[in-house]
């Protein structure tokens, strides 16, 4: 992987799938891509939450409504998508939810429920759904954000552990299930990032000293490009901060 290299204005003209670009990473990430010339397909539960990036990218960036806890949701962003596009390039599962932080022994089950909707069970959905148009992409990409207690579950982070370890799973699959055909399929570990999940989950933490979320960009951005050519792999998101000027 030569990551220092990669030269941006190569990265345009793509199709791009970025589930939650209301805030955070995948704000963070939405912003990037369609800076540099993509044209961006981007979700929120709450469509008015993406004003800011229709403002401002009022030609390449599509607001859409996804509710990762509703199937029909994401049948319905599906089939949206295919009316007014004839293919995705990239699709980067990057929406999620923290879920309690608690023992199992006292883990509410509502909670595992609801956890594991929106971080597993609709996710495969979504890529399921979407497979089709990534497969009419010269070079497709899926790009599914992680954690480090994805790559290796933690006590006390309970279902939100556990989904993003059988995410780990999903990626390894598909990447083996696509291996004759044009797609990579990869995680995303950012590591601890100035957001308002991390907030929530570490709320006496100096979010000052975190890196924020255009800090983790390069390795996303390298994922999203031409040059990607790892799949069935783990990054993490901080081995690559400050590789690429941008
Ligand atoms: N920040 C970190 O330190 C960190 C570390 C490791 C992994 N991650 C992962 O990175 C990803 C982004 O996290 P973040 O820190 O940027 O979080 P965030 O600031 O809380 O943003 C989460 C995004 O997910 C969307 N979302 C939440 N619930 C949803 C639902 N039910 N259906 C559809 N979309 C939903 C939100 O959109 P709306 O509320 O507008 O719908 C929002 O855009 C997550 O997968 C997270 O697990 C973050």
């Known amino acids: 992987m030569n990551i220092k290299n990669l030269d941006l204005q190569f990265l345009k003209s793509k199709t791009v799938v970025i589930t939650g670009s209301s805030r955070g990473i995948g704000h963070s990430i939405a912003k990037k891509l369609l800076d540099l010339g993509n044209i961006v397909i981007g979700t929120s539960r709450e469509i008015k939450s993406l004003d800011s990036l229709s403002r401002k990218f009022n030609r390449n960036f599509y607001p859409m409504e996804l509710n990762l806890e509703s199937s029909e949701s994401v049948e319905s962003l599906a089939s949206l998508i295919s009316n007014d596009f004839d ?52 070079k497709g990409s899926i790009i599914i954000t992680s954690s480090s207690v994805g790559q290796k579950p933690r ?7 556990i989904s993003k370890y059988a995410m780990e799973g999903v990626s390894s699959i598909l990447s083996a299930e696509l291996k004759d055909k044009n797609i990579i399929v990869n995680t995303v570990n950012p590591g601890g990032t100035a957001t308002s999940m991390r907030r929530d989950a570490m709320p006496k933490e100096d ?30 998101a901080r081995d690559y901060i400050g590789l690429l000027n941008f």
């Open 87 to 138: 293919k995705i390039d990239v699709l980067i599962c990057n929406a999620g939810v923290l879920g309690d932080l608690n023992y199992i022994e006292n883990y509410n089950y509502q909670t595992w429920c609801k956890t594991m909707t929106v971080n597993l069970n609709n996710q495969f959905l979504l890529i399921q759904k979407l497979l089709p148009f990534i497969q009419k992409s010269k």
């Open 155 to 161: 006590e006390n982070w309970g279902a939100y552990s």
């Open 207 to 236: 979010s000052s000293k975190l890196p924020q979320p255009s800090d983790v960009l390069p390795i996303f951005l390298y994922l999203s490009s031409n040059e990607a050519h790892e799949t069935g792999q783990s990054f993490n």
